[in-house]
């Protein structure tokens, strides 16, 4: 009966252990715009494995969404607690949103934006890739970033004219508006800014008219699939990895236009007190991921 007694004495110890184990468990949400080669829950113990502080009480979950509006609108009814968007984006969000705030900036090498195309169309990436290396060479793309990303959210870009060429071949290109400034459409549903300027300047090289095509992220595979588009503006490329979670089956890319080194969160802003004009790192990393 002595044994049976103790022994009940340490379940219950036990017990209350794990339950404030359970207790202090904390739990994120991370938003970020649809990868179309995994799944939230593949992404989300990568993401963990790569980036996340060794803490064995932290948990992470990735939800994904089909365009920046409804992710923003997510974060602002704390269904996600922090976006995660590349540097430019991240920089152009902060700029035209004086309610959010960056809280962390995270390192990662390779990663990179390129024309999508459908695998029958081999012909047409050669073509694109050969007008990008020109367009480097010339300083033309350098140019049209340093114009339209440099100074993200600044102004709103306009949009670019695309020249006409008379009995030319037409080639349709989906843009998503969902990366400003790299792909950006304004509110009237134009798309403007960089991802016109340098379609702009693709076309003039290979002497072709363009139609721009406006599609959610999510629909970009989609889209390329039922010939709706012959290229989609972007796909995120990983330029240190063999697996793309971008990039699913049946689609060729070309090489990267754009290249970025930081994803940043972005989360709403904290009211500020008397209290926490003091800073504190503790305090401002518990507020980063805890103060929901």
Known sequence: MRKIFCALILLAIFAGFSGARAMTRQVIKFGMITKLNTTEEQFAETWQKTFAPRNEDLSVIVKFYDNLTAMQMAMNAGEINQMVLPEPTAQYVLNQNS?????????????GLSFGFREDSSKLRDEFNTALKELRESWTLPAIE?????????????PVKFANFENAETIRIAVTGDLPPIDYIAPDGTPAGFNTAVLAEVAKFLHKNVKLVNID???????????????????EVDKTSEFQADIPDGVIISEPYYEWEKFIHVKK????????????????????????
């Open 217 to 235: 992220s999510a629909a970009r595979t989609a889209a390329l699939a039922s010939k709706r588009v012959d290229v989609v503006f972007w796909y």
């Open 99 to 111: 309610d959010c705030e960056s809280v962390l900036v995270l390192r990662s090498k390779g990663m």
């Open 146 to 158: 340093g114009m339209y990303i440099s100074s993200s959210g600044a102004k709103e870009p306009e």
């Open 269 to 292: 802003a904290l009211k500020k007190t008397q209290s926490s004009q003091n800073w504190n790192i503790n305090r401002s990393i518990m507020e980063m991921f805890f103060s929901w």
